[in-house]
């Protein structure tokens, strides 16, 4: 059961965290190189309690191959009526055998051209979200308080 922090704020419960992951094709992937932190745009797929992501050689893969933890994003928005909700989800990465992983259809399929030949699992030890609910627009002069900004 999700928890109101504030008037039209929700704090998401993991099994609603899971359940909306899984209707997301898409979400970011975040991860940390010896330069900098790295942010991409992936196709995701929730199988069991680990989402897989398709990638092809780099850094990402450099990192899974570490067990380095990896954080993975995915969100919606309605910017007409300003609702949406958001999901994220942190754990340790590892890479997985491809062939096992398109064999029993698990393993998203890339929007993105190019060589994807690797399947990366990020396991959902660290899972949270929140929604934001319909409320009245403010007018002029009014204060914003409890809101996101």
């Known amino acids: 059961m999700t928890t109101e922090t ?5 704090v998401l419960t993991r099994a609603e965290c899971l359940r909306m992951l899984a209707g997301a094709p898409t979400g ?8 900098r932190p790295r942010m991409t745009l992936v196709n995701v ?5 680990d989402v897989l992501v398709r990638t092809g050689p780099g850094e990402a893969v450099l990192a899974a191959e570490n067990g380095l933890v ?3 994003g995915v ?3 309605d910017e007409v009526n300003r609702t949406g909700w958001s999901v994220t989800v942190t754990g340790t990465a590892r890479l997985l055998d491809p062939v096992v992983e398109s064999a029993d259809g698990a393993a998203p399929h890339p929007w993105a051209p190019g060589l994807k030949n690797q399947v990366l699992a990020v396991c959902a030890e660290d899972v949270t979200g929140r929604r934001v609910t319909a409320r009245p627009l403010l007018g002029v002069g009014e204060a914003c308080s409890g809101w996101w900004g």
């Open 70 to 72: 990896m954080t993975i």
């Open 6 to 10: 504030v008037p039209g704020l929700e």
């Open 75 to 77: 969100s919606a928005m």
């Open 45 to 49: 797929a929730l199988h069991g309690e």
């Open 28 to 35: 970011w992937l975040v991860f940390s190189t010896p330069l």
